[in-house]
Nanobody
Framework: QVNLVESGGGLVQAGGSLRLSCAAS????????MGWFRQAPGKEREVVAA????????RYADSAKGRFTISRDNAKNTGYLQMNSLKPEDTAVYYC?????????????????WGQGTQVTVSS
């Protein structure tokens, strides 16, 4: 059982930045692919970005490309999502999750362990 705790959300003005963190405990963090996801009110959960076991491969949703950066520090059992140039449409609850395997998957259902989420609100 992997336990994940997100932090770093909050209220920010459009154009601002936030850095989300995902602290993992339990089995070895480096054995899992990690992803960041978000869910806005009335919408389905969607992938934002994913990162491979070692951090050498990253993938982004089109909405995140050029603005968000996913990273991980396996020595600290922590993952990150740096979000720049935030827009009101980025407002959502953001979740980190991990998946077994070696593929840096962008498929929501592939992720078996989830954090509780952190709220990000971007004002216009």
């Amino acid at each position: 059982q992997v336990n994940l705790v997100e932090s770093g959300g909050g209220l920010v003005q459009a154009g601002g930045s936030l850095r989300l963190s995902c602290a993992a405990s339990g089995p070895t963090f480096s054995n899992y692919v990690m992803g960041w996801f978000r869910q806005a009110p009335g919408k389905e959960r969607e992938v934002v970005a994913a990162i491979s076991l070692s951090g050498g491969t990253t993938r982004y949703a089109d909405s995140a490309k050029g603005r968000f950066t996913i990273s991980r520090d396996n020595a600290k059992n922590t993952g990150y999502l740096q979000m720049n140039s935030l827009k009101p449409e980025d407002t959502a609850v953001y979740y980190c999750a991990v998946a077994r395997g070696f593929v840096t998957t962008m498929i929501v259902s592939a992720y078996g362990y989830w954090g509780q989420g952190t709220q990000v609100t971007v004002s216009s």
